[in-house]
């Protein structure tokens, strides 16, 4: 393997790591739920974006073949990652979940949740 490639594994690895660790920080020491889905949804999928590639760069220089499996495992979790978050959130606003008061948009959850206590007072 060439020390070029060796590089780039090692830059992927290191970036990968570094997103992962602020991920996993945010995640921990955020105030609430709605700050809270950044550290998971953003920092962390990308973190593991670049481990992911860096293993699918050396896997396919080691058996000469396109690795395909890592490729699978990224896009996979590019579309979760957004969606999960968003089930989340829902979750969260339909919980009612208090949320700090520094969280932008204080008046869209609560225009939401007066929508729907008035949605519910229609279909009753």
Known sequence: MSFYT??????LLVVGGVFLLIGSIGLARLPDVFTR?????KAT??????????????????????????????????ITAPVAANM???ATLHRENPSIPRTKGQSLLH???HRKAADAEQSD
């Open 45 to 78: 999928t990308l973190g593991i974006t670049g481990v992911l590639l860096s293993s699918m760069i050396y896997q396919t220089i080691n058996q000469g073949s396109f690795s395909v499996s890592e490729v699978l495992i990224t896009l996979f979790l590019l």
């Open 37 to 41: 889905l950044h550290g998971p949804t």
């Open 88 to 90: 989340i959130a829902k």
């Open 111 to 113: 225009n939401i949740r």
């Open 6 to 11: 060796e590089l780039l594994i090692c830059f």
